[in-house]
């Protein structure tokens, strides 16, 4: 059987991303999520099984 392609995604907390987010859980993908700072919306994340990541798109 074929393993499920992991996948990050940026904006995780977004609405866009939290969106795909949740397809991608309810078809078992590793998922990924890139996020500006943890908070509750990224625990909430963490505690769906997603691997939750911080990063900026830049340094200033």
């Known amino acids: 059987m074929e393993k ?4 990050l995604i940026t904006g ?3 609405k866009s991303g ?4 949740n397809e991608l859980i309810k078809t078992d993908h590793p998922v990924r999520a890139m996020v500006h700072s943890i908070d509750e919306r990224s625990e909430e994340l963490e505690a769906k099984g997603v691997k939750v990541v911080t990063a900026g798109y830049f340094i200033l």
Request: glycine residues 18%; positive net charge.
């Open 12 to 14: 995780g907390t977004a």
């Open 18 to 21: 939290g969106c795909a987010i």
């Open 4 to 7: 499920p392609t992991k996948v």
